[in-house]
């Protein structure tokens, strides 16, 4: 593939768009919360999923595509958009090269639209409609055609010069590949099995999994799994398996709040279903397996049960979410190739557990950090049974060394330990809230990377709301202001402090600010009734959702309070909120934090910002993604953590050079940084290793920086030097001023 300036440009894109209608209520379904349009259209986003996503794809062979994609530099643009929005859409895309996939409703509105505008679409629907082309009969032709005709009618000669070597090539016919893994026909492996279909690699065999053994579940998603991860070593050259992330999607379905709160027996029965239809609905709803085992009494029969128009309703939801779900899954692995694992949605029953964490949590005991921490340990066993030794190994060999993470799923899995070691201690970790389904799709969808430049991060604003007389008003001002940031002569970013005490100040601080970087500094509570974490403001708390059509968040926001993201909460968080607002990270708090560590914590990331990232981007074309940063510095406070525990069990103040060195294994992305530590800390007290381990587990509390959430698509935020639009200006002013 030829990679011309521009490599990432919308110009080189192919952009699919699925409209629907939602109808007058524009209701979420209530399980998990899609649009009824979106769960009418599912199959279109599959069935784009397996289209060439940028016009170099066309021409080019299997191993030059992964690498594109895994780099980031073709960037897969595939959206549902309301039918209202088509009209402004046809008139304003910024692609080049447009189709609309329309379910048969929405053909005969779609073509009136196209044929008002004049412009050159590619419009795909069924066979037998008014759309141009069908499904059955598209292939990769149809679209060559559509560039060819598109480049002979533009009169950009720009276009002309780019396009026009492309649109007299003939398309590249990959050499015939296959592969033994099966075709498994679930939901459990799609997302997989769409990244060998896109790529044109045959499965030479269909399998069936029998819903009567769980064995054949486990196998299906661990050799699924094996398959991607040993194809892309396979298919990239060596300098490009070096050059890109190797990321691991680890996915568990869920429910909204309202199910796991009240349990979907009881609103079922609520509703007027029977007990029989109840358990019915709660067995299919509430699986305690990959498969659901309903529980039946004598003289009951499951097939009358289940054709019972209730339960058929509550079944047909369901089911629709659940292709909804495995959509937006098979968008997020195709957009990079990326290893898919989907986890046993019994993980769903251990929900309970949650609330018994967040009470310990909550507590004003002596003793509760120590609690919550053993608490937390015992979730992960219980998580470790659920999953089956052969999916823990097969997470393992994802993610050797420091590898990078994302979960889309409402359960902590960033505390799943791997090795005794919480799975966000070990690897760069990110997660996608499964919940509400419409915001999962919408993170799931996107791939646009958002580049930004050393001189976006020159300032910082912090939105400060406390009341007056509150003793942790002025934490995070002290932390930042501390004089010990400038002993190295670091130039810190200009952090602005702006004091708000209504909810109109604070959208009026976040639209004058044009920065990269929002930070909350306040309190944080959770309504005990909807579980929805709020950020407080005026003593209020604030439901961000009402919010969504007055401001628009900076990409990455930084929320310093406490339960911005309730561990035993509800899927109408802050957090979840403010990525419906435009952000496209947020970091949040699953637990209430400590105010004098968490503005350390905070200060400690800006001074990293200021003093790595000029160091860590240099050089790098790819950039440096967020997530990669936001790793690192929670990395190092697990670290700080740790060793400040040893001081106060052990008595010892001598650790200076080893949190140098510690923090020094941590940026170089050592795999045995924690190995190292405790090999150090052995040798201060002079006692075996094993001792050290010992007083770990026995000891160790919990730490702040395990309550923190990476929540939504930090990788998509790529840093460098110079950002991509600073150096093109550049060259712009360099070529006017020499007279080019």
Not at 496 to 501: A, I, Y
Request: proline share 5%.
């Amino acid at each position: 593939m030829q990679y011309q300036l521009g490599a990432s440009s919308k110009m080189w894109s192919i952009a699919y768009w699925v409209p629907h209608a939602d109808g007058a209520d524009h209701e979420a379904s209530p399980i998990q919360g899609f649009a009824s349009g979106v769960l009418r259209s599912t199959h279109l986003l599959m069935f784009a999923a397996q289209l060439p996503m940028d016009i170099r794809e066309m021409y080019s062979d299997r191993s030059d595509v992964l690498f594109s994609r895994a780099a980031g530099i073709v960037q897969p643009s595939v959206w549902p958009i309301m039918i209202e929005a088509v009209p402004d859409l046809v008139r304003e895309s910024p692609y080049l090269l447009n189709c609309i996939l329309s379910t048969e409703d929405m053909v005969d509105p779609i073509e009136k639209i196209i044929e008002q505008s004049q412009r050159p679409w590619l419009h795909v629907g069924p066979k037998g409609t008014a759309a141009r082309i069908s499904f059955e009969d598209l292939k990769c032709e149809d679209f060559a055609q559509f560039l060819r005709d598109m480049v002979e009618r533009n009169n950009d000669q720009r276009v002309k010069r780019i396009f026009s070597g492309y649109a007299r090539s003939d398309l590249f016919k990959d050499a015939p590949m296959s592969t033994d893994c099966p075709i498994y026909l679930h939901n459990l492996t799609t997302p997989n099995d769409e990244i060998l279909r896109t790529l044109h690699i045959e499965q030479r065999s269909l399998k069936s999994i029998d819903p009567n053994k769980t064995i054949e579940y486990i196998d299906a998603v661990a050799r699924s799994a094996e398959t991607i991860r040993k194809l892309r070593r396979a298919l990239l050259k060596p300098h490009n398996f070096r050059a890109v992330r190797h990321d691991l999607i680890l996915a568990v379905d869920s429910l909204t709040w309202p199910f796991f709160r009240s349990g979907a027996k009881k609103i079922a029965e609520k509703i007027g279903l029977t007990k029989s239809q109840a358990r019915i609905v709660n067995a299919v709803i509430l699986r305690d397996g990959y498969q659901s085992k309903i529980p039946l009494q004598e003289g009951e029969d499951v097939q009358q049960l289940l054709q019972s128009p209730e339960v058929k309703a509550f079944v047909g939801t369901r089911t629709a979410e659940l292709r909804a779900f495995t959509a937006a899954l098979t968008l997020l692995a195709t957009s990079t190739f990326t290893t898919t694992i989907r986890l046993n949605p019994g993980l769903n029953r251990l929900r309970g557990s949650l609330a018994q964490i967040a009470d310990c949590a909550r507590g004003n005991g002596p003793h509760h950090n120590f609690k919550t921490r053993k608490l937390i340990r015992r979730l992960s066993s219980s998580i470790e049974e659920k999953l089956d030794r052969k999916i823990i190994n097969e997470i393992r060999r994802n993610t050797a060394a420091v590898g990078s993470v994302c979960l889309v799923t409402d359960m902590p899995l960033e505390w799943l330990e791997i090795n005794g070691i919480p799975l966000s201690v070990l690897h760069d970790v990110s997660r996608v809230p499964a919940t509400p389904g419409n915001v999962m799709l919408a993170q799931s969808a996107m791939s646009d990377r958002i580049r930004l430049g050393l001189s976006d991060f020159q300032k910082i604003l912090v939105i400060r709301c406390f009341e007056d007389g509150d003793p942790i008003a002025e934490d995070l001002e002290i932390a930042i202001t501390s004089p010990n940031w400038h002993k190295d002569g670091t130039q810190l970013p200009d952090v602005q402090f702006v004091d708000v005490s209504t909810v109109d100040q604070f959208v009026d601080a976040i639209e004058s600010f044009h920065g990269a970087v929002l930070i909350f500094d306040g309190h944080g509570t959770r309504d005990k009734e909807t579980g929805v974490g709020s950020i407080v403001i005026g003593g209020n708390a604030i439901d961000v959702w009402e919010l969504k059509h007055r401001v628009s968040m900076p990409p990455i926001v930084l929320l310093s309070a406490c339960d911005t993201l309730p561990v035993d909460g509800s899927h109408g968080s802050s957090a979840v909120g403010m990525l419906a607002l435009g952000a496209v990270t947020v970091l949040c708090t699953m637990l209430p934090v400590r105010s004098r560590r968490s503005a350390t914590f905070i200060a400690r990331l800006i001074y990293r910002i200021a003093k790595f990232l000029p160091i860590v981007t240099r050089g790098r074309d790819l950039g440096v993604d967020w997530r990669y940063l936001m790793s690192g510095m929670l990395r190092m406070s697990y670290a700080t953590e740790l060793m400040d525990q040893f001081e106060r069990d052990f008595g010892t103040g001598f650790l200076a050079q080893v949190r140098v060195k510690t923090n020094m294994d941590i940026n170089s992305r050592e795999e045995k940084w924690l190995t190292n530590l405790f090999r150090r800390l052995s040798s201060i007290i002079k006692k075996p290793v094993r001792d050290i381990h010992a007083w770990f587990d026995d000891r160790m509390e919990m730490a702040d920086s395990l309550k923190y959430v990476q929540l939504g698509r930090p990788e998509l935020i790529l840093i460098y030097e110079v950002s991509p639009l600073e150096a093109s200006n550049a060259r712009k002013e360099d070529s006017k001023n020499n007279g080019v």
